[in-house]
């Protein structure tokens, strides 16, 4: 079976492969740091083997309790925010039919998501959305007082219990959540609801193969053995007993970095599949809020091609040039779908009747790629053969490590986010909340 693949033939203007091979000494250390857990942030290190370490009795248990939910509910609530929601939702929107809405079969569940925004448009319309349904709640939170996350809770626990009587509510609402502490923990326990564990030692952006990602992907109907399957292969092909020069994450580490140095300040994350959209937000997170600090880090942005081309792409060939690309190219499409003839023509797209339209896309991809480098824009391609769950084990792995590498070799500590606090605190007081009183008497004076 072939593997994802990283091409940074597109690189080569800009920054040299000589160059790029340099970056081995320095790529190995950082790779020991991470085996040997002696650098910044060691104490959040269990994505690093978790694949390897998943038995098959977890897995069954998951299952299990994803079976429930898919045998007593048309709809099943995801709440979580960040990194207890975005992996979860990247693999179901990735597989799920483009049309789910209007697809949907009796014995297969609406996944929808709540707790990431605070939006009251947002919830009273998901509420109105529930009310005549039979349906369950994923409560994903480690404190179990994210306010985002906690606020929506509330709201779906109060109606499912009024919509469903509390006995079956606690048969559908399944908390992953801390093993011991927290908010979320007391009341999984006081109410009696079916709970898994999410690691101490995973952070949340990393958390996508622990059950804060798997079990809503199993309720959605996916093959979770086949997406740790890819996880552990990638954690092979990435380890340290891989050599550098075929190390995926290891060159994808050195090469962004290298043109980081060389003043290319924003990454764009690109897809040509518009089922990848959630996947480059969770990469977007994953980038995110593991590099930028210390007043440095790569910006990770990101666009769905070939809409977005006609939105940003005038910036990207012709603006700033302070931006490289990489492009996620899927090789082979699940369904065929072939351009007709028409008679009379009249759009001119005769000269591509009996192609694939995956043809056409690839051609746009190609094309795309030659004009933005011809533009001064670095390209590298990361080559999927499909879009399933075993690729998408891969994929997931694939950015994990990359990013604990990339880390490293820009200095920082990849597994904190000292700097998402802020915004709470502030909201805190404005709101006054109880041990806020200072805070709320200086930000009113601000004000």
């Known amino acids: 079976m072939k593997n994802i693949s990283l091409n940074i033939d597109k690189v080569a203007g800009f920054v040299s492969k000589e160059t790029i091979a340099a970056y081995e000494p320095q ?17 959040f290190l269990g994505w690093l083997h978790l694949p390897s370490s998943i038995t098959a009795e977890h897995l069954a248990d998951l299952k299990s309790t994803a079976q429930v939910l898919r045998d007593n509910c048309e709809v099943v609530v995801v709440a979580g925010i960040g990194g207890s929601y975005l992996g979860a939702r990247a693999v179901i929107e990735a597989l799920s039919n483009s049309f789910q809405w209007l697809k949907a079969k009796q014995d297969e569940p609406i996944i929808v998501f709540a707790g990431h925004n605070i939006g009251e448009d947002y919830l009273f319309e998901l509420t109105e959305y529930l009310k005549d349904k039979k349906f369950g709640v994923i409560n994903i939170s480690k404190s179990g007082t994210t306010t985002e996350t906690a606020l929506a809770f509330r709201l779906l626990k109060k109606q499912c219990e009024d919509q469903l009587g509390k006995e079956m509510a606690k048969k559908v609402i399944v908390a992953v959540t801390d093993a011991k502490k927290g908010a979320a923990r007391v009341t999984a326990d006081k109410e009696g609801y079916k709970t898994f564990i999410i690691p101490d030692n995973v952070g949340g952006r990393f958390s996508v193969l622990t059950p804060v990602g798997l079990l809503p992907i199993a309720v959605a109907g996916f093959d979770i053995e086949k997406l740790v399957e890819g996880a552990c292969t990638m954690e092979t092909v990435c380890g340290s007993a891989t050599p550098y020069a075929e190390n995926p994450a290891a060159i994808y580490a050195a090469t962004r970095n290298e043109l980081y140095k060389n003043g290319k300040k924003i990454e764009i994350l690109v897809n040509f599949n518009p089922k990848l959209h959630y996947m480059n937000e969770w990469w977007k ?18 666009v769905d091609f070939s809409t977005d081309l006609h939105s940003m792409g005038q910036w990207i060939q012709e603006g700033e040039r302070t931006i490289f690309e990489t492009v996620i190219s899927i090789e082979n499409p699940e369904h065929t779908l072939q351009v007709p003839s028409d008679n009379e023509n009249l759009d001119g797209l005769n000269f591509l009747a009996g192609k694939r339209v995956d043809e056409v896309n690839k051609m746009a991809e190609l094309g795309t790629q030659l004009a933005h480098v011809d533009g001064g824009v670095p390209n590298m391609r990361l080559i999927i053969p499909e879009l399933n769950e075993y690729y998408l084990g891969e994929i997931i792995y694939f950015f994990e490590k990359a990013c604990g590498i990339s880390g490293y070799l820009l200095g920082v500590n990849p597994f904190n986010q000292p700097g998402v606090e802020a915004y709470k605190k502030n909201m805190f007081a404005l ?17």
């Open 27 to 43: 790529v190995k250390a950082c790779m020991e740091t991470l085996e040997n857990g002696t650098g910044q942030g060691n104490d």
């Open 285 to 302: 997170q994953l980038y995110g809020e593991s590099e930028g600090k210390d007043g440095k880090g790569i910006y990770p942005s990101a």
């Open 431 to 447: 709101l006054n909340k109880p041990g806020y009183e200072e805070e709320s008497k200086a930000i009113q004076a601000r004000l």
